[in-house]
């Protein structure tokens, strides 16, 4: 009993790290960023849905907030065989990154892992197309902040 309930604190704990937000700096400006991800993405193969700023949407209406844009994307060959397990996952599809500036002036990357993102749905987290979005995240966004 004591194995069983170890060994499931252990996959829990394993599960817990694995989901999270991963927030990356970059030293250029916000819009560069974003620029250079969007190339990264589109130089990937995949499709940009969307590219939305944030900021430029709180001046329309006369509010201030720090520059941060947002990329929707995707690919169907990853996110088909997602929705394939659970169709719900349509509603986290496709990825997005926000790229944004923080208070003291420094700009990051943010996104969430796969696992976060499809978390509590009927998706195997062991499937090889989860680690592969996870992998497309990591890659794109080390390409947007990469000197």
Not at 82 to 103: C, F, K, T
């Amino acid at each position: 009993m004591k194995y069983l309930i170890a060994t499931a604190l252990i996959g829990l704990s394993a599960t817990q790290a694995a989901a999270e937000l991963v927030s990356k700096p970059s030293p250029k400006t916000v819009a560069e960023t974003m620029d250079a991800l969007e190339a990264a993405v589109n130089g990937a193969g995949a499709t940009v849905f969307a590219r939305v700023d944030h900021g430029a949407g709180a001046a329309s209406v006369d509010l201030e907030m720090p520059e941060a844009q947002l990329l929707i994307f995707g690919n169907p060959r990853l996110g088909t065989p997602v929705m394939n397990m659970d169709i719900v996952a349509g509603l986290q599809l496709p990825l997005r990154v926000l790229v944004h500036e923080a208070a003291d002036g420094s700009v990051a990357v943010s996104y969430e892992t796969a696992e976060t993102l499809l978390d509590g749905l009927s998706v195997d987290m062991s499937a090889e197309v989860i680690g592969r979005m996870n992998g497309a995240l990591n890659m794109l966004t080390d390409k947007a902040i990469a000197p």
